[in-house]
């Protein structure tokens, strides 16, 4: 990372105080320190970096705001009861609603679209290190005229990030009366559920391809290096996956890390 730092400092989310946002630039800041990487991008006449880059706590930080509600809501609801009819006591039984998914279904569904909006901001970075920009080669290979380098997995973050929109609309907008008219407004929470699981299936996917690209673009800082943090999870993925240097079959790598990326194997305790 040869960008600024200046977007994550604490002042400038305190006057937008959103938990999320907040959470994330501490962690950015946590994340750079220290790094020779960043403190040799200091003299360099750049302003502002793209916005994939410098907005990372308002995006990041408003999937996490959104998380944290869908947190909120799961809570109460496995804390809840949602039996139908209610008996209160031996006196009294209520034919009630309280077996309404809505209450779920929306917090789903904004989840929905909090993962894929980390999976877009994400294909953006991914495309960003390609383009063969601040001493970085095209396509993150040094011979990129004999070789595709790492083309073909932006297109995969590209088709993933278009296959995760398809899936964000919402369930919950819909429904369709059955049992005579009698269930005439149901939730469909539980189609938000599954489109929720495919999306967050798909950004493991993205952010592997991501961080086989971050470590690339490490490759070519060198001697520079990184936070420590970011030099160890360097390592963690070149223990298993090798620096591209001619074109080679790179779907089980892109595999191996979204292994590590579902098993948490990466160290983010900053």
Known sequence: ???????????????????????????????????????????????????SMRCVPQVHGASR???????????????SVTDNPIVISDEEAISGGNFHGQLMALPIDYATLAVAELGNISDRRSYLLLEGKYGLPKLLIESSGLNSGFMIPQYTTAALVTEN??????????????????????????????????????????????????AQGLEFRRPLKSSKIIEENYAIIREKVKKLENDRLIGEDILTIAEMVKNRAFKVDV
């Open 1 to 51: 990372y040869q960008g600024s730092a200046s977007p994550f400092k604490k002042e400038l989310h305190e006057i937008r105080a959103y938990k999320g946002s907040q959470l994330v630039a501490k962690r950015m800041t946590k994340l750079l320190k220290n790094s020779e990487n960043l403190n040799y991008h200091e003299n360099c006449g750049r302003v502002q970096d793209p916005y």
């Open 65 to 79: 705001n959104a998380y944290e509600h869908l947190k909120q809501m799961a809570e109460t609801e496995l804390n």
């Open 165 to 214: 929109k398809t899936l964000c609309f919402p369930a919950s907008a819909d429904s369709v009366p059955t049992s005579l008219g009698q269930e005439d407004h149901v939730s469909m929470g539980s189609i938000s559920g599954r489109k929720f699981n495919q999306v967050l299936g798909n950004l493991e996917n993205i952010l592997a391809i991501e961080l086989m690209f971050a």
